[in-house]
């Protein structure tokens, strides 16, 4: 059982950043890929961007690309997504998973990820 706790949504401008860390009680972390996530009120959850268990392959969804980042760091068992530029519509509640993904098709399926933080949630005013 891996348990992960998310943290640093917030109220930010548009064009402002946020950092969002997710915590991992586990110490097998660093054998997980991970993955964030966000949702939407009224909108399905979808895949924001993964990252492999070494950290070496990431992958993000195109309204990510050039603007958040995803980063591992295995020895204090904590993922980061940062986000740069925000955007109204990046608005949501953000999720981090955890799974055993072997490859790379499988990063942006909810379905590849067995355990799931509580989610923070993530404003941006216009």
């Known amino acids: 059982q891996v348990h992960l706790v998310e943290s640093g949504g917030g109220l930010v401008q548009a064009g402002g950043s946020l950092r969002l860390s997710c915590t991992a009680s586990?110490?097998?972390?660093?054998?997980?890929?991970m993955g964030w996530f966000r949702q939407a009120p009224g909108k399905e959850r979808e895949f924001v961007a993964g990252?492999?268990?070494?950290?070496?392959?990431?992958y993000y969804a195109n309204p990510a690309k050039g603007r958040f980042t995803i980063s591992r760091d295995n020895a204090k068992n904590t993922v980061y997504l940062q986000m740069n530029s925000l955007k109204p519509e990046d608005m949501a509640v953000y999720y981090c998973?955890?799974?055993?993904?072997?490859?790379?098709?499988?990063?942006?399926?909810?379905?590849?990820?067995?355990?799931w933080g509580q989610g923070t949630q993530v404003t941006v005013s216009s």
């Open positions: 586990e110490r097998t972390f660093g054998s997980y890929a």
């Open positions: 990252i492999s268990w070494g950290g070496g392959r990431t």
């Open positions: 998973a955890a799974g055993r993904i072997s490859s790379s098709d499988r990063y942006y399926n909810l379905e590849s990820y067995d355990y």
